[in-house]
């Protein structure tokens, strides 16, 4: 074992027992010195990458970096300031985030407490993104998941806000959702809604509870969801949905929106499935099924379909609602099923074969 009192009364001046010993012994002395002065150096540094380091995932990763002091009782907490933070989902698309200080909320737990991020969140193939905000976010390292909550802002392809207060994204499995109510505007209109989920892989939109869609001249309400389908360029709305515009509107339990392919698409066909309901004017018009063309304003009805009017009731298989001129009419089937009703209350026969 090595004396290290001679090697620091070499040092001091002081003649050793070995002073006169050959050179090579001269050179292990001062090799020995040097290393009782670095290593507890090193061991510092190798002590602070083994609390640093676990919390780290493979696929992310921090960068540009300033490791600050932690306060008391918390040394083997993580705490970076002023960082960026990147994290690479299933495709290999890769999102990142800034943030102004981020902090392991307990040792060892692997969830990254975020003051006030910022962040872009890979959307689709396309190579777009979505632009996060939020006052404080939360990253669950093993989940590779992260939650935004106050005041959350996102805007996508500098097109469309939606703003709420809590919304999560999950990397892995590309899909996000919020509990907290929605609002969401762009070029294209305006909608609210009780909740929202987003699939990214599907490219799919569910508006979930209550939904308002305003777009141009008219008003969407749906009491259970929403669902925007991208791929498909259709929305599916159910809930007992009502369509508003200025010539009249339209009530079904289900309506399906066949869109255009366009950067703002617009309505090109709506199909309205059970107990139909067109008002049109002082004219209403029911049936079990509906077809509604946007751009020549009509609606034709089919199922036991029926017209009522200053107190007149028609009833038939078919008809035509024609916003325009505020008039409905009915019109023969392929069967020729006779036309009944009630006019000024006489009541008008009905054919044998027609329900009641």
């Not at 962040?119 to 006052?135: H, L, M, P, R, T």
């Not at 959702?177 to 929605?182: D, F, L, R, S, T």
């Not at 699939?199 to 939109?205: F, H, N, S, V, Y």
């Not at 008219?218 to 259709?234: E, G, H, M, P, S």
């Amino acid at each position: 074992m090595v004396d290290l009192k001679k090697i620091d009364s070499f040092f001091e001046k002081e003649e050793p027992d070995f002073a006169r010993a050959p050179q090579h012994i001269d050179r292990r002395a001062r090799f020995l010195r040097l290393v009782k002065l670095v290593m507890p150096s090193i061991a510092a540094v190798l002590v602070a990458l083994i609390l640093i380091f676990p919390s780290m995932k493979k696929n992310n990763t921090l960068v540009d970096y300033d490791l600050t002091i932690p306060k008391k009782g918390e040394l083997e907490k993580l705490h970076v300031e002023n960082t960026v933070f990147s994290t690479t989902d299933k495709d290999g698309k890769i999102s990142s985030f800034t943030a102004d200080e981020m902090n392991e909320t307990t040792p060892g737990s692997k969830i990254i407490e975020m003051n006030n991020p910022k962040g872009q969140v890979a959307v689709n193939a396309e190579g777009k993104f979505i632009d996060v905000i939020s006052e404080t976010g939360f990253y669950h390292q093993a989940d590779n998941i992260i939650v935004l909550q106050g005041n959350v802002k996102a805007v996508y392809d500098k097109e469309t806000t939606l703003e709420t207060q809590k919304g999560e994204y999950d990397f892995k499995k590309a899909y996000a959702h919020g509990n907290e109510p929605i609002l969401a505007f762009g070029s294209w209109g305006r909608l609210t809604s009780e909740s929202f989920a987003y699939d990214k892989r599907a490219e799919k939109l569910y508006l979930n509870g209550k939904t308002k869609i305003e777009h141009e001249d008219k008003t969407l309400y749906a009491n259970k969801q929403v669902i925007y389908d991208k791929k498909n360029n259709q929305l599916t709305a159910t809930g007992r949905v009502r369509i508003e515009q200025q010539n009249g509107s339209l009530l079904a339990d289900k309506v399906v929106m066949y869109l255009t392919d366009d950067k703002k698409p617009k309505a090109k066909k709506i199909d309205a499935l059970g107990d139909v309901v067109v008002e049109s004017g002082n004219a209403v018009a029911k049936g079990e099924k509906g077809v509604y063309y946007p751009n020549q304003e009509k609606v034709e009805l089919e199922g036991r379909v029926s017209i009522q009017k200053d107190g007149h009731v028609i009833y038939g298989n078919k008809a035509i609602s024609d916003l325009k001129t505020k008039r409905s009419y009915i019109v023969s089937a392929e069967n020729k099923k006779r036309v009944s009703g009630m006019i000024s209350g006489q009541k008008i026969k009905r054919s044998k074969n027609e329900k009641k």
